[in-house]
């Protein structure tokens, strides 16, 4: 099983980012797919999950400002982030929820202000 997230990089406030996170080794649709961030000095957060039947869950910092969805074809899940903060600045972990302790490599978000 593998997680391979991508799609960080740099932003400025207001800005957005689209992060994407793969899945393989499994099947895609039985499973639901969460986001985790970690920033630097604090502890991890969650910021997103979406079952297998497509039904999102948002932590309050992301609710009105961060979309996430999947694409069963492509074995992929998304996290579209909209308003960006320096507050949002984080290493971005995806993770599947049959095993919420095992993420796959992180993916670096800067917002600069």
């Known amino acids: 099983v593998q997680l391979q997230a991508s799609g960080g990089g740099l932003a400025q406030t207001g800005g957005s980012l689209r992060l994407s996170c793969a899945l393989s080794?499994?099947?895609?649709?039985?499973?639901?797919i969460g986001w985790n961030r970690r920033a630097p000095g604090k502890e991890t957060e969650l910021v997103a999950t979406i079952t297998s039947d497509g039904i999102p869950h948002y932590a309050e910092f992301a609710k009105g400002r961060f979309t996430i969805s999947r694409d069963d074809s492509k074995s992929t899940v998304y996290l579209q982030m909209r308003s960006l903060s320096p507050e949002d600045t984080a290493v971005y972990y995806c993770?599947?929820?049959?095993?919420?302790?095992?993420w796959g490599k992180g993916t670096l978000v800067t917002v600069s202000s």
């Open positions: 080794g499994v099947l895609f649709r039985n499973n639901g």
């Open positions: 993770f599947r929820l049959f095993a919420p302790d095992v």
